[in-house]
């Protein structure tokens, strides 16, 4: 950009599609996430001056882009009591273990590494799916550990939660995900 | 003496004794902040006999790998979605205003 005229147009043709996933990912709604993504761009415009080519152009707009997308979490967390469980956020686990809390079906060895596993494409659309599936209050919460990789303080401190309250609902979310990935993935194999 | 020994035993085995499902929530715990040092040490201890809870860890450390390398600016993980042509026009119109 130094000192030459954006090209807005290409901008977006540029960068549009990979903004877009990025954020879908994070807020699941379509709407939601073109809107975040088109805020993202507008302020971007208006700050280019700020940019200096110390980074490159596209790390620049993903940092306005995670702003933008905190930013939402922040609106939206009106609308979600985080701190509170009800009773549909069970443990998903509840019925894995007997009286004396001991396993009734061992979990098995996955067949994978933890590296292994990242680099499997395929799977990892499984688990962007099961993500999904998860309810609004705990995709948020996880998202922003795992994903966006915030550390619990943070999370506390932003969303007003108790940590003992996170750590029940992480270890809740990562239940969930982890049969869900054995029902679709790991059960088939 | 022999008694002695046989209660401090009694001892350790219902010091370092947790079940399954307390270990499973220690081993989500751990993931998130740092447990205090006699906690850290049952679930250790608990983790080298318990085949299942070891493959619990596993499970939950594959997740956390797969979610860190999710997040990434090019991910693969949504590669087949675009944003809509009318979405995509929507944009370019209000970065001209």
Redesign the interface.
């Given at each position: 950009m130094n000192s030459q005229k954006i090209d807005?147009?290409q901008?977006?043709?540029q960068y549009?599609?990979?903004m877009?996933?990025?954020t879908?990912?994070r807020v699941r709604d379509a709407d939601a996430a073109?809107e975040i993504?088109?805020t993202a761009?507008?302020s971007a415009?208006q700050s280019k001056d700020s940019f200096q080519g110390r980074s490159t152009e596209?790390?620049w707009l993903?940092g306005i882009l995670k702003h933008k997308i905190l930013d939402h979490y922040r609106d939206a967390k009106k609308n979600v009591r985080l701190d509170s469980l009800s009773d549909e956020d069970g443990d998903p686990?509840e019925y894995a273990?007997n009286k004396?809390?001991?396993?009734n079906k061992?979990?098995?060895?996955?067949g994978?590494?933890?590296?292994q596993?990242?680099?499997n494409?395929e799977?990892?659309?499984v688990?962007?799916g099961c993500l999904d599936g998860l309810s609004d209050k705990f995709r948020r919460i996880?998202v922003l550990?795992?994903?966006?990789?915030l550390s619990?303080e943070e999370i506390c401190k932003e969303f007003d939660i108790q940590?003992t309250n996170?750590?029940v609902i992480?270890?809740r979310a990562?239940?969930q995900?982890?049969l869900c990935?054995e029902t679709k993935w790991f059960d088939k194999k | 003496m022999k008694k002695l020994f046989s209660l401090s035993i009694m001892f350790l085995e219902k010091f370092m004794k947790l079940?399954?499902?307390?270990v499973?929530?220690l081993v989500?715990?751990q993931?998130?902040?740092d447990l205090p040092f006699f906690r850290r040490l049952r679930l250790k201890f608990h983790l080298t006999i318990c085949?299942?809870?070891k493959?619990?860890q596993?499970?939950?450390?594959?997740?956390?790998?797969?979610?860190?390398?999710?997040?990434e600016?090019?991910?693969?993980?949504?590669?087949d979605?675009?944003?809509s042509p009318p979405?995509?026009e929507?944009?370019?119109q209000?970065?001209?205003h």
């Open positions: 807005s147009d901008w977006v043709d549009g599609d990979m877009f996933r990025y879908l990912l073109e993504v088109q761009f507008v415009l596209k790390s993903f686990l273990y004396l809390g001991a396993w061992m979990p098995k060895h996955w994978t590494d933890p590296a596993a990242a680099e494409t799977l990892m659309r688990l962007a996880f550990k795992e994903i966006e990789g619990s940590s996170l750590w992480l270890h990562r239940n995900l982890k990935l | 079940s399954c499902r307390d499973s929530a989500s715990e993931m998130d902040r085949g299942a809870c493959n619990y596993t499970q939950l450390e594959t997740l956390k790998r797969m979610c860190a390398s999710m997040g600016e090019d991910s693969a993980v949504k590669q979605i675009s944003l979405a995509k929507k944009i370019k209000a970065l001209k």
